[in-house]
């Protein structure tokens, strides 16, 4: 074990006193200025820039001394090493007042090596500070990074003398000043909020519009070709891919890949700089004001549940070395291990209150500093467990949820993970939106043809009552989702039966096998104009049912004009044309878009499907209605023994717009609905009910037929003649009685939004 001798601050070398067991001696830089450096305050964490100096503040529970690191300009040589003076509450912390932003640093952190304690101290490694707002540089992997000696008999329990600072990234001290000017948050209600999913770097690297220096960076992303285009295609809140630093893992770098996702956070303030044009964190910022003016929010998708340190093999880049006992699980009679409820070596510890004020710093500073609109959080399960198990009590979601600031930005959930009892989708609190899987699955069963899959459909567009309706949640709290970035694209969903994902280098073993997906007749690519066709009135029906049914949609980007990924469902480590957006863009592809475009359109218009209550399909005796009936293809509504029916594939859904739609009781005044499905292959005659206080219904949205542009009557009781895999929405044309004059107004502004959908262009 290593014990440090404490030196006066500026000294020009370290001395360490060694045990008998170890022959280990640390030198400090070789050439030194001495600093006058101030006790500081321990608050706030990290190097804080005040006008005058900076204060440079770290935790560390287990520590024996932290020394503060500073390098030259180009972050390459160790100018000086200074002690942080004074130790408060478990913080080192000192002030320096010559130092200004730019100044490149790190930390060395001196403390007991003991591995079977728990403990990973080694003041040879270069450390990244947990706070740095910056970093500059990129993990070059080579054995000095580990904390013991690659190959030596005793594994993890040695211990490596060799400096790590060549191979680290180097935080820099940053000034935060910036103008916003006029910038607004856009405040998207719930009920209007369409998810975009994309990546910064896939997203523009292939863009015709953006210039070759700013593709990949935050500032392609804010070419105004392309934020014309996210506004014209009509979602409102844009999410983004992992931003925070991250690292390439080193097995991908020995098969000259990348992480590519950026699910492998090492610093959680941090932007990735491969996403920095200049060297100024300003341009994320500019960013955000960009997409504010265009109405657009900015949601991060953020990764707080582990850190690209892996286990006890893993490298020593910053936490490990920090205070390893305290930043992460460890097995409680065996802390030499971790716990890896994450699948990927280790698991933060958000049940230490200084860990879990890691968490809510970071969130607060993108909210408030950065501005951002919300996060959705990588395996959320994680950070609601505790030494129990998951809790809807856990420390995490009380500090989330009573957090002035936190409390008002959208959070969302991916509520599963691999640890114990890690699927919790549903048992989110009231305030929290959660990803619905079971949603994905069941939409991608009914259309591929599967049996027996009409009651589970009607569950999820309905808002998976049986899992949200409970505690005043609303249909929003259910994120609907057919694809997402880990999967299949949707034009590979409709394209392959099978994963190809040989290009990962893994054998095509990696991803998953369970795709539910159909390639209608061709794996892949092909001319068959049958099978292109077939396949795009699928792409179509998807999106249909997407946008129509209650709860929160959300798209994967480059869906809506049928972007490819080759048939592989895995492309996390894809850093090129095959994760990539390809913007070349056929009539076909165009012309989903468009469609896209309309369906959007129609759902902002649609007060019936924004509604804040589930369906149930009960009926209220005090109006006389129900909120909706399910109908067999002959017009007559489901009874018990129907729901059995496991070859049935056909069904109508209709939606009362007298239906109560609030807690206020009283009849609603949106116009009705009626939406047919039919994922049989064959054509099905649908026999159109009779609605109260209609006097025929209008076809809205075919999805074979996606070019009509007039609003086709068709009256009661006649066959509407749906064609084999098709999705069909009908509006009742109000009657001219005079309690039908709200439902008139109604219809108008719908019909109206359908003239407006006809007329309207993608920007692309």
């Not at 680290?168 to 998810?195: H, L, M, Q």
């Not at 694209?489 to 991803?511: I, M, P, Q």
């Not at 369970?514 to 999106?543: C, K």
Request: aromatic letters at 12%.
């Amino acid at each position: 074990m290593l014990r440090p001798t404490h030196t006066a601050p500026g000294a020009s070398f370290v001395t360490i006193q060694i045990r008998p067991n170890s022959t280990q001696t640390h030198r400090g830089p070789t050439a030194v200025r001495r600093r006058r450096i101030q006790e500081g305050r321990p608050f706030p964490l990290g190097a804080t820039w005040d006008g005058i100096g900076v204060n440079f503040a770290i935790f560390s529970a287990h520590a024996t001394k932290v020394e503060l690191c500073l390098f030259d300009a180009a972050g390459e040589t160790e100018i000086e090493r200074i002690e942080l003076p004074e130790y408060t509450n478990e913080i080192y912390h000192g002030y320096l007042r010559d130092v200004r932003p730019g100044q490149i640093y790190g930390y060395r952190v001196y403390g007991p090596y003991e591995p079977e304690a728990g403990h990973r101290f080694n003041p040879n490694k270069l450390l990244i500070d947990p706070y740095a707002k910056q970093l500059i540089g990129e993990v070059k992997w080579d054995h000095a990074l580990f904390g013991y000696t690659i190959g030596h008999a005793d594994g993890d329990l040695s211990f490596d003398e060799r400096d790590s600072a060549p191979f680290v990234p180097k935080c820099r001290v940053v000034d935060p000043a910036f103008t916003w000017g006029d910038e607004r948050r856009p405040k998207v209600f719930w009920d209007r909020t369409i998810f975009y999913e994309t990546h910064v770097k896939g997203y523009t690297m292939r863009h015709p519009a953006v210039d070759e220096p700013y593709r990949g960076k935050f500032a392609g992303l804010m070419t105004a070709e392309v934020i014309d285009y996210i506004r014209s295609l009509g979602v409102t809140s844009v999410e983004l891919l992992p931003i925070h630093a991250f690292v390439d893992d080193s097995y991908l770098v020995e098969k000259k890949l990348r992480n590519y996702w950026g699910y492998n956070s090492i610093g959680f303030f941090a932007p990735d700089p491969r996403y920095l044009a200049g060297n100024s964190i300003a341009e994320f910022k500019e960013l955000v004001s960009a997409f504010h003016h265009a109405r657009l929010e900015v949601i991060l998708d953020v990764v707080y549940n582990h850190t690209a340190e892996g286990n006890e093999l893993g490298p020593t880049l910053s936490f490990k070395g920090i205070d390893n006992a305290t930043y992460y699980r460890l097995l409680p009679d065996q802390p030499r291990y971790y716990i890896n409820d994450t699948g990927t070596g280790n698991t933060v510890n958000t049940s230490h209150p200084r860990v879990m004020q890691l968490v809510t710093d970071s969130l607060r500073y993108w909210a408030g500093e950065m501005r951002v609109d919300g996060f959705r959080f990588d395996l959320a399960t994680i950070l609601a467990r505790e030494p129990t198990g998951f809790s809807e009590e856990s420390s995490f979601l009380h500090a989330t949820m009573q957090d002035p600031l936190l409390s008002e930005v959208k959070l969302i959930a991916e509520p599963w993970d691999c640890g114990p009892g890690g699927y919790q989708v549903g048992r989110f609190p009231p305030g929290w939106a959660e990803w619905n899987d079971g949603y994905r699955d069941t939409i991608r069963s009914y259309w591929r043809g599967d049996d027996g899959m009409i009651p589970a459909v009607a569950g999820k567009m309905s808002a998976s009552a049986d899992l949200f309706d409970k505690r005043g949640r609303k249909p929003w709290a259910s994120v609907n989702f057919i694809t997402a970035h880990d999967g299949f694209t949707l034009h590979d969903l409709v394209s392959y039966n099978d994963k190809h994902n040989e290009a990962n280098g893994e054998d095509n073993r990696d991803g998953h096998s369970h795709n539910l997906s159909n390639n209608y007749g061709a794996e892949g690519r092909t001319d068959d104009p049958e099978i292109v066709e077939t396949r795009f009135r699928q792409l179509r029906n998807f999106f249909a049912t997407l946008l129509f049914s209650r709860g929160t949609p959300m798209i994967l980007a480059g869906d809506e004009f049928a972007r490819t990924q080759g048939g592989n469902n895995n492309a996390y480590a894809q850093d090129n044309e095959i994760g990539w957006v390809d913007w070349k863009i056929t009539p076909e592809s165009r012309a989903l878009a468009e469609f896209v475009q309309k369906l959007i359109i129609l759902r902002q218009s649609l007060a019936m499907l924004r509604r804040g209550t589930f369906l149930h399909g009960t009926f209220d005796d005090e109006l006389g209605v129900k909120d909706v009936a399910w109908l067999k293809p002959n017009g007559e509504e489901f009874v018990d023994g129907d729901w059995a029916d496991a070859e049935a594939k056909c069904f109508g859904v209709l939606l009362d717009g007298r239906a109560q739609e609030t807690g206020i009781r009283r009849p609603g005044t949106d116009a009705t609905m009626l939406i047919v499905m039919n994922a049989h292959f064959d054509v099905v005659n649908f026999t159109l009910p009779e609605a109260p206080g209609g006097k025929r219904w209008r076809c809205v949205i075919d999805t074979n037929l996606p070019d009509r542009e007039e609003l086709a009557p068709f009256d009661f009781g006649k066959a509407y003649m749906a064609t084999g895999r098709s999705f069909l929405v009908f509006m009742l044309e109000p009657d001219d009685t005079a309690e039908s004059e709200d439902a008139r107004r109604s219809f108008a502004h719908v019909s109206e939004a359908f003239a407006r959908s006809a007329g309207d262009r993608l920007r692309v």
